[in-house]
Structures are given as C-alpha cells and as structure tokens.
C-alpha cells in the first residue's frame, strides 16, 4: 500500500471513511456538520512519528495526545483517563508507535490493547520502527484482548528492505467501505458504461492498479530472513550492542543521549554534542561522522517534530520563533540530534570502532568547525574543499556492445583497517589548531536567528571565543 507505513495509515484512513477532501473543506467547511458526540476519536501517543500524528490531524476525528509516564512510556494512566472521558463516542481509536523511531523505546503493546479494547476502542499499531527488531503478534492465544486490529509496517526498514511496499494488515471487519480506497483497475467485478461493481475480495479490492510484484516478493524475502535469524536471537544481539553504547557514551560529558537510558528499547540512540555551553550542530557531526569514518547517521528530527519538543525542552513560545525563522527559509535554525543504531549482524570490531569514532568527534570535532562551511538556508555543512565524487554514477553504465558494462570500483573496507582511521582522526585532532582554520563570510542571518541560536558557527571556534548557552532548555 505504497510508501512504508505512511502508504498505510493513509488507506485504513480512506477504508474508514475518515477523510474530507482538503478542497470541499475549505470551501464548505463539511467537517463542522458533524456533531461533536458522533466525531470519531483518535489516540496518538507521545513519540508518534509525523506518519502517525499528521494524517489524524488531517481526518475529521479529534486527536487526542497521550503523554509519557515517568519512564518514558507511553502513560496508560492518561489513556485510561481519556478513554472515560470519550467512552460515548462511536468510535474511538488508539493508534501508537510499537516503539520510538528516534530513542528506541519500545511500547507495552499488549498492555495498551487490552486497555483500548476494555473501552470498546480500536487497537492500531505503527510497527515502522520496530518490525525488523521485533516479533509482531497479530493476535496473542492467551490474551485475546491483547489482539491488535490493524498494523502498519515500513518493510523497506527491514534487513534487505529497500525497495519493498508498505503494509497494511487489518481485521476483516473493519472494511465495511462500499468503495475502495482507491478504486481503479483490478478492483471491480464489472463495468459497462452507466455502471460498476467492486468486487467482494478485500485484498484485490484495495489493491487498484498494477500491484507491486516484485516488490512484494521481496517483502517476503525480507521476512523469512529476519524469522530464519529468529526474532529472539535479533533481540539478545542488539541489546548487548545498545548497552554496550549507551554504558560508554553516557561517560562522556559532551555527549547527551536523549530518553530514558534504562528503558527496554531497540538498539537506536539518538544524540546531542556540547562544546562550551552551546551545541555543536548536528548536521556537522553527521557530516564529520561521514567524512572522517565512513559512518552513515542521520540528523534532523527523525520525522518526529512533537517529540522533539519533548526530548530538547523546547516549549510552543520557542516553537512559534524556530517556526518563523524556518518559514522564512532558515532551515539551519531547527533543533534537532543525530541518529545511530546497530543491527545484529556487527560485528565486535566494527561495533568498537562506530562507539570509538563517535567518541572522538563528540569530544574534538569542534576544532573542524573553521574547515566546514554552514549553509543557512539547508541546514548542510560541507568541507570547505567541497563535496567528494560520488563513487557510482549512471553515467558510468555503457551499453556500447549491447550490454550494460560497467567498472566495479571496490568500496568494501577490511576490519584491520577500521583502526588505522581511528588513529588518523587521533592525529589530526591533537595536531590542528582551528585557529588556523580559513576564515569564512559571516552568516547572513536576522537579529531573531541569532537570538534562537544554539549551536556554534566556524568563526567562533576560529577566534576561540567562548559564548553563552542559547541552546534549548533542558527540564
């Protein structure tokens, strides 16, 4: 059902009926002929990822945000709470991250089903994040409570993923929709020129234009690999490798690891780097990461923008300036942290050197700072020699003899090596003096950026002057 679990809410959304075209509410505001005891209510939980939050916002139920509890779970105390509360409406849904697609907390699934069900609320899990980690129980023997009603997964997360559709796996009973959610080809019995049928099948129903062949053959590759690998054993190894970072990185004063430390999670961290009471931009560290080691990560908000909030301690008046700035075409003003996480095929050596490598940019990266330039308006840091060549390009195939050719240009780097580049950045950082790093145009920003901003530009570091903290506060 197109891309990942966003292609998914999206249809269980239309199945449902819960979806005024953005055009006929604007113009006749249809949504308010509703009443508001007969409006369906939808319970999203605290670390939704955007895929998860902004199509309910955009459906005619009232979206209802439960909290986290002291720990960092979901609050089932709130939920019950809530679901008192709306217990007349006709119908009520939970729909929640199975667990955090940027701290890796992982949810009381089961738990929180039979809650929903208690209240005669529907059970709704987005399973993007934990699918390739976790065994998805559709329905569990002996809590039949504990059933979920509808699942979405980003397949192309999983091992061997990308590529594969999303999917959308639900009860029967939910697809009373006389018209499918996207009605086309494949999706009806007969057609003559006045009239139509669909047809009975759900699955071919829901499946209107050419389905994704190859893709979903994939997807069930992708499957069998994680069950031949056997969830349980998936689990064990990724929790010895998150524990293995967090006990180290947690040592490390220029490192903050967002969540809760000690909460059953998957093996994701999401972090921030200090430098003298400001932060560096995570943007610079992904960069670093990449330039230095080789290490894809990621940086940003992780599509994940309220929990965000939550995480950095930035309240709605900060929000409303990040806002205006960013409307004005700031990208580089929006707080946000860097992204890793370890699959259960590392191994020992390359787990020390990802753990080493973060250690050693998170303590001395600021002095690169003079050697990468800031771009404002992208949020992007790049050497000042500019961007390398890309090592594969289509512009490499050749077709000359009747067949695709190309050169294989070898990218694979021996474990034995991983230190040699360890001991290169220990080299570097003890011997480069950043104030002797080039000297950059001032950033062209407004009064407000400036007041917003949190994290160091290249010149300061250059001057080796020392600043207050603008950064986000902290609870």
């Known amino acids: 059902v197109g891309s990942g679990c966003t292609g998914a809410i999206d249809r269980i959304i239309r199945v449902l009926g819960l979806s005024i075209p953005d055009r006929l509410e604007s113009e006749y505001h249809l949504s308010t002929l509703i009443?508001?005891?007969?409006?369906?209510?939808?319970?999203?939980?605290?670390?939704?990822?955007?895929?998860?939050?902004?199509?309910?916002?955009?459906?005619?139920?009232?979206?209802?945000?439960?909290?986290?509890?002291?720990?960092?779970?979901?609050?089932?105390?709130?939920?019950?709470?809530?679901?008192?509360?709306?217990?007349?409406?006709?119908?009520?849904?939970?729909?929640?991250?199975?667990?955090?697609?940027?701290?890796?907390?992982?949810?009381?699934?089961?738990?929180?089903?039979?809650?929903?069900?208690?209240?005669?609320?529907?059970?709704?899990?987005?399973?993007a994040a934990a699918a390739p980690y976790v065994a998805i129980d559709m329905v569990i023997e002996d809590q039949p409570e504990a059933h979920k009603d509808a699942i979405f997964i980003s397949t192309h997360k999983l091992i061997g993923g990308p590529g594969t559709p999303g999917l959308l796996i639900a009860r029967k009973e939910l697809f009373q929709n006389a018209v499918p959610g996207i009605p086309g080809g494949g999706t009806v019995r007969f057609v003559n020129p006045d009239d139509h049928?669909?047809?009975?099948?759900?699955?071919?129903?829901?499946?209107?234009?050419?389905?994704?062949?190859?893709?979903?053959?994939?997807?069930?590759?992708?499957?069998?690999?994680?069950?031949?690998?056997?969830?349980?054993?998936?689990?064990?190894?990724?929790?010895?490798?998150?524990?293995?970072?967090?006990?180290?990185?947690?040592?490390?004063?220029?490192?903050?690891?967002?969540?809760?430390?000690?909460?059953?999670?998957?093996?994701?961290?999401?972090?921030?780097?200090?430098?003298?009471?400001?932060?560096?931009?995570?943007?610079?560290?992904?960069?670093?990461?990449?330039?230095?080691?080789?290490?894809?990560?990621?940086?940003?908000?992780?599509?994940?923008?309220?929990?965000?909030?939550?995480?950095?301690?930035?309240?709605?008046?900060?929000?409303?300036?990040?806002?205006?700035?960013?409307?004005?075409?700031?990208?580089?003003?929006?707080p946000g942290w860097i992204r890793v996480n370890f699959n259960y095929f590392l191994s020992d050596a390359v787990m020390d050197f990802i753990i080493d490598a973060i250690h050693i940019v998170a303590t001395d990266g600021w002095k690169l700072l003079p050697w990468y330039a800031f771009d404002v308006d992208t949020a992007s840091w790049t050497h000042v020699d500019g961007r390398g060549e890309s090592p594969f390009s289509l512009t490499d195939i050749r077709y000359d003899t009747g067949i695709m050719e190309y050169d294989v240009k070898p990218q694979i780097v021996s474990e034995r090596e991983l230190a040699e580049y360890l001991t290169h950045a220990r080299t570097l950082f003890a011997t480069i003096d950043p104030a002797t790093g080039p000297v950059h145009d001032e950033v062209n920003v407004t009064a407000s950026f400036e007041d917003l901003r949190w994290f160091l530009l290249p010149n300061e570091v250059r001057a080796n002057q020392d600043h207050d903290s603008k950064a986000p506060a902290r609870d």
């Open 197 to 334: 049928e669909y047809i009975a099948d759900i699955e071919h129903r829901e499946e209107g234009g050419t389905p994704a062949i190859v893709e979903s053959i994939r997807a069930g590759l992708v499957f069998q690999l994680k069950e031949a690998v056997g969830t349980s054993r998936i689990r064990d190894l990724e929790h010895g490798l998150i524990r293995r970072a967090i006990d180290s990185w947690k040592k490390n004063d220029s490192i903050e690891i967002l969540g809760n430390h000690d909460a059953d999670r998957l093996s994701i961290v999401s972090f921030v780097v200090r430098h003298k009471g400001r932060y560096l931009h995570h943007n610079f560290i992904v960069a670093l990461l990449n330039d230095l080691f080789g290490i894809q990560s990621r940086g940003g908000c992780s599509c994940a923008g309220p929990y965000g909030h939550a995480l950095l301690g930035i309240d709605m008046e900060q929000s409303r300036h990040f806002h205006d700035e960013v409307a004005l075409g700031c990208e580089g003003i929006k």
């Open 35 to 127: 009443p508001a005891e007969e409006r369906p209510v939808v319970f999203i939980g605290p670390f939704e990822h955007h895929s998860n939050e902004l199509p309910w916002r955009e459906s005619i139920a009232d979206v209802v945000k439960i909290g986290e509890d002291t720990d960092g779970h979901i609050n089932q105390e709130q939920l019950e709470a809530e679901l008192v509360k709306y217990e007349h409406r006709p119908l009520k849904i939970g729909s929640f991250s199975a667990a955090s697609n940027v701290t890796g907390i992982i949810s009381d699934t089961a738990g929180i089903a039979q809650l929903l069900h208690r209240y005669g609320a529907l059970s709704f899990w987005d399973f």
